[in-house]
């Protein structure tokens, strides 16, 4: 089993930046690829990015420029840095890990993200 840990979701004004960090625990040596979804309420989970464990980072097009993906190896620890926020980046964010570039065999509990006007 892999556990995932989540942290760095809070409020913030339009414009402005937050950084998630998701540690990874357990069997991390199964893992591939990790990555970082969204839910916004009343709509469906989708991907914002994910890396692999080579570096290869795969964002999907709403995210490109603005987010940015990254990895300490050491740590086990993924980020994801959220640049020039919007209200519609409200949303709870998912780490998640697996096998694949779209990752989803683990998941961890979310984090909250709301961004003010």
């Known amino acids: 089993q892999v556990q995932l840990v989540e942290s760095g979701g809070g409020l913030v004004q339009a414009g402005g930046s937050l950084r998630l960090s998701c540690t990874a625990s357990?069997?991390?040596?199964?893992?591939?690829?990790m990555g970082w979804y969204r839910q916004a309420p009343g709509k469906q989970r989708e991907l914002v990015a994910s890396?692999?464990?080579?570096?290869?980072?795969n964002y999907a097009d709403s995210f490109k420029g603005r987010f940015t993906i990254s990895k300490d190896s050491a740590k086990n620890t993924v980020y994801l840095q959220m640049d020039s926020l919007k209200p519609e980046d409200t949303a709870v964010y998912y780490c998640?890990?697996?096998?694949?570039?779209?990752?989803?065999?683990?998941w961890g509990q979310g984090t909250q993200v709301s961004v003010s006007f």
């Open positions: 357990g069997r991390t040596f199964s893992i591939d690829a």
């Open positions: 890396i692999t464990r080579d570096g290869s980072t």
């Open positions: 998640a890990a697996g096998r694949v570039v779209q990752p989803s065999d683990y």
